[in-house]
């Protein structure tokens, strides 16, 4: 048979391969072979490849450790660039005694390239097991920082070392990094400081800084936005420590200064919501911005509206986006749309491949899971507020910080505001375009609403702003619930449920029409039976005492009064059994 047609046969080509595998086994071992201390690195893999394995008891890993310090000791500086070797320093590091360990960290210290380690794809992580061992060890962590200091400022806009940074200022003392965070603002406070600043304050921000050196602001402001610049080159949104350096240059620097900065920032918004610092950059370039910055946040930020209401940092980044955007419509469609829809849920499967999740969304709104959340439910209570003092009453002083109103910007001598529309006329278009979604959501869950610290402030504010007939008496009925937080348990004898009816009764005092209100709901529903059913309780006693507050017929007052002598025989009762008895005195007090 001609050679052209013979069959190849497969363990032919199998040698080929084999032959092949052989050679480059071969080639590999020789380049390693040149490399610096060879044969040691060989022999510490093979022990390390032993020490990993959990099965290995104390005697066993204090063994291998002797053998492995042996076979590296004095040699750990270098073998640690090694990217098969720096695995190995890493297990001595790990796996060491605290004499051990002690040894490496010096040893790397004293070695003169840590910072070459920390640049180092494979190396870095050598420096990262040392800063995680080293926590509870005050003598490593001075040789650590003082090996760091001066070059703080490299490190931190190096797309390798910044994941240093990042894990040294999460998990050392504050007061234990001060040095190492003064070199951001510059040579001045990080080389040639005297020592006060480092000594006197544990996290130091450009606020403090220009506190106790007010000459010190530009050059801490340039030195800032120096190091902003490269690490936005260099996409580190996601870092802590950047969002925190961008937010001590925007919260400082002039409103002209953040909005040059603005455009580097908005196409990251989502990113740089994941840390309350973040957050504040990304709502001071919602306020200083220009109207195309605006739109680009609002592109960035689409998709995640609930999530970020929901979430204990990017909640106010979300509000004061909406806050200051002027085109309501695109803030309708960009980011309140997600809100008129139910979210997917993931779903749960078994082993068998069913569906686990059996939660039931029949006549749920997609408002309530917000209504009842304690940032979520802010986002309703910015729109309900009418006025800033009213705004007061929802929101602590470090978010209105963040709410300020009306932020301008200057244009050659004159101060311009950022927003053209006014806040109220803002604020009237958004209310309108979730009214229908809200009133419904208040009517559907009242009786939650009203046991709901959050919840209960949501559902005020909507009584008061779209009172109707319907609202009431869902709220009425909503008081006749008698099932709260896992047990049997009446509205008025809730905790913060009897709060919220008494709260929504005083609010009908101050109101200027009397027709469909919670209290002459109240009073006609549970008429004859006022103490039995809404004073059953000592706290609800006090709601009972409100409705006679605010009740200008008298008739209450008239039918409690008749049942003076339960309400004593009540007081006694519960004074006997060392029992609250405040809401029945207060009840007492208000029928003489």
């Known amino acids: 048979m001609p050679a052209k047609f013979e069959k190849k046969r497969k363990h032919d080509s199998k040698k080929g391969d084999d032959a092949a595998s052989s050679s480059k086994r071969a080639l590999k071992q020789s380049r390693q072979s040149h490399r610096p201390h060879s044969e040691s690195v060989v022999a510490a893999k093979e022990l390390w490849n032993k020490l990993r394995v959990k099965t290995n008891t104390a005697e066993q890993k204090a063994q291998m450790m002797k053998d492995l310090m ?20 890493q297990a001595a590091i790990q796996f060491g005694n605290e004499a051990q360990r002690k040894i490496v960290i010096k040893e790397l210290c004293d070695g003169g390239n840590m910072i070459e380690l920390a640049k180092s794809q494979y190396a870095h992580f050598v420096v990262l097991k040392m800063i995680k061992c080293s926590v509870k060890d005050d003598e490593s962590i001075r040789m650590i920082v003082k090996t760091l200091k001066g070059q703080m400022s490299k490190l931190a806009v190096h797309a390798v070392a910044a994941r240093v940074v990042e894990f040294l200022f999460a998990n050392f003392p504050a007061k234990r990094t001060t040095k ?16 006060d600043l480092s000594n006197s304050i544990a996290n130091p921000t450009i606020e403090t800084i220009v506190k106790n050196q007010p000459s010190g602001k530009e050059p801490a402001l340039e030195s800032l936005l120096a190091l902003i610049n490269k690490g936005v080159e260099k996409g580190l949104f996601s870092f802590a420590y950047f969002q925190q350096i961008i937010c001590e240059y925007v919260t400082v620097a002039s409103p002209k200064d953040v909005r040059a900065l603005c455009s580097s920032l908005v196409d990251h918004s989502i990113h740089l919501l994941s840390t309350r610092a973040g957050s504040r950059v990304v709502a001071e370039c919602a306020a200083y911005g220009t109207p195309k910055d605006r739109k680009r946040i609002l592109k960035s930020l689409k998709g995640y509206t609930r999530s970020s209401l929901l979430h204990s940092d990017a909640y106010i980044a979300m509000l004061r986006v909406i806050d200051v955007t002027d085109d309501t419509v695109n803030v309708q469609k960009a980011l309140l749309a997600e809100l008129q829809v139910l979210p997917e849920k993931k779903k749960k499967m078994n082993v068998l491949g069913e569906d686990q999740n059996h939660e039931n969304n029949e006549g749920k709104s997609p408002l309530l899971e917000l209504a ?7 986002f309703f209570l910015m729109l309900l507020a009418k006025d800033e003092e009213a705004k007061k009453k929802f929101f602590d002083p470090a978010e209105l910080e963040v709410l300020r109103p009306n932020p301008t910007i200057k244009e050659g001598e004159e101060e311009v505001p950022t927003s ?10 958004l209310l309108q375009y979730m009214k229908n979604l809200l009133t419904e959501c208040c009517k559907s869950h009242a009786d939650l609403l009203l046991q709901s610290r959050c919840g209960s402030k949501v559902l005020r504010g909507v009584y008061e702003t779209y009172p109707s007939k319907e609202l009431t008496d869902a709220i009425v009925e909503g008081c006749d619930n008698e099932e709260g937080d896992g047990e049997v348990m009446s509205v008025f004898e809730h905790p913060v449920g009897h709060l919220s009816v008494k709260n929504l009764i005083l609010s009908d005092g101050n109101s200027a029409s009397k027709d469909n209100t919670v209290a002459v709901g109240l009073a006609q529903k549970y008429k004859k039976t006022m103490v039995d059913d809404i004073a059953a309780s000592n706290r609800g006693a006090f709601v009972l005492a409100a409705l006679i507050a605010t009740d200008d017929s008298g008739d209450v007052k008239k039918e409690v009064k008749g049942q003076k002598k339960e309400i004593n025989s009540r007081i006694k009762e519960s004074k006997k059994m060392s029992k609250p008895s405040a809401g029945y005195e207060a009840l007492l007090k208000a029928i003489e």
Do not use: I, M, W
């Open 70 to 89: 042996g076979l590296l000791e004095g040699k750990f500086n270098r073998v640690a660039l090694q990217h098969d070797a720096s695995r190995v320093v």
């Open 180 to 195: 190492l965070k003064l070199e951001f603002y510059g040579p001045r406070f990080g080389l040639f400081n005297d020592g």
């Open 372 to 378: 009842l959340s304690d940032t979520g439910s802010k």
């Open 420 to 429: 053209k529309k006014s806040a109220n006329t803002r604020r009237v278009e």
